[in-house]
Nanobody, 125 residues
Framework: QAQLVESGGGLVQAGGSLRLSCAAS????????MGWFRQAPGKVREFVGA????????YYTDSVKGRFTISRDNAKNTVYLQMNSLKPEDTAVYYC??????????????????WGQGTQVTVSS
């Protein structure tokens, strides 16, 4: 069974930065596209960003374009989400996801085959 473990969440002031990390089981990491989703209280889980297996292409939801960057290090079995210029509306639990296609991940949650446990990001105004 594949395992995804997120880290790096926390409390930050508006305008600040955080970097999330997601460590994945070695046997599956290179086989999957990776993505990040988030879920705010009372809202559905939404797509944030995705990256292809090789890391050559990335996809983002419009609200984070220009502020967030997804990247991966296949040698370390880790995917990252660098979040800059954070806003209070970015407050949510952030989940790492693995799926067969970055494009499918970008469409909705059904594109994910594996999920991490989530890490809380809180942005104060």
């Amino acid at each position: 069974q594949a395992q995804l473990v997120e880290s790096g969440g926390g409390l930050v002031q508006a305008g600040g930065s955080l970097r999330l990390s997601c460590a994945a089981s070695g046997r599956i990491f290179g086989m999957y596209a990776m993505g990040w989703f988030r879920q705010a209280p009372g809202k559905v889980r939404e797509f944030v960003g995705a990256i292809t297996r090789s890391g050559s292409s990335t996809y983002y939801t419009d609200s984070v374009k220009g502020r967030f960057t997804i990247s991966r290090d296949n040698a370390k079995n880790t995917v990252y989400l660098q979040m800059n210029s954070l806003k209070p509306e970015d407050t949510a639990v952030y989940y790492c996801a693995a799926g067969s296609s970055a494009i499918r991940l970008s469409r909705d949650v059904s594109g994910s085959e594996y999920w991490g446990q989530g890490t809380q990001v809180t942005v104060s105004s």
